[in-house]
């Protein structure tokens, strides 16, 4: 028989889509990055509610399997996120949630030493897992390290460090 004939089940649900994939690394998070998971999460979930309530079963059809993809993903992301404080740690040397200056030949640049899912390279805010922040960490005001790039190495010079600012870079 041919499956043009078969009758399809009218659930009205959409089928599930595959997770999204998760990170192997540890999920740390500044309190800034937690903030924005949970934010990314409400609105999410009130977007769902509002359309599980909604009659335009086109539009549920449509939106609610990315966005159950995108729940499951955000409360992953949550539940594993390992917060750390800024003001925790050494201040005298590159750690997580750091706001590095920096300066070579290329000019003076500020970073912010985030988690996965807070880098913003437009913002300066490098993942600790990038390989600017992998030279950073650990380093201590005037020292100079190497930043591997597909540009090419850069020696950078660590002019400042600072844990109090964090929101600012």
Known sequence: MSRAFTKEPD?????ALPDLPL?????????RGLA?????LQV???RRDALKAST??????????PLERELRWLHARVNSAIEVDPLSQPQDRVAFGAIVSVDSVEGKQRYCIVGEDEA??????VS??????QALLGARI???????????ELSIEVVAIDYDGETQA
């Open 11 to 15: 659930d009205g649900d959409a089928p």
């Open 23 to 31: 990170s192997t690394h540890p999920n740390y998070v500044t309190p």
């Open 36 to 40: 924005q998971l949970r934010a990314r």
């Open 44 to 46: 999410a979930t009130t």
């Open 56 to 65: 335009d079963t086109m539009t549920l059809q449509n939106e609610l399997a």
């Open 120 to 125: 913003d390279a437009e913002q300066h805010r």
């Open 128 to 133: 600790y897992l990038s390989p600017l922040a």
């Open 142 to 152: 005037g020292d100079e390290v190497n930043w591997t790039r597909p540009a090419g």
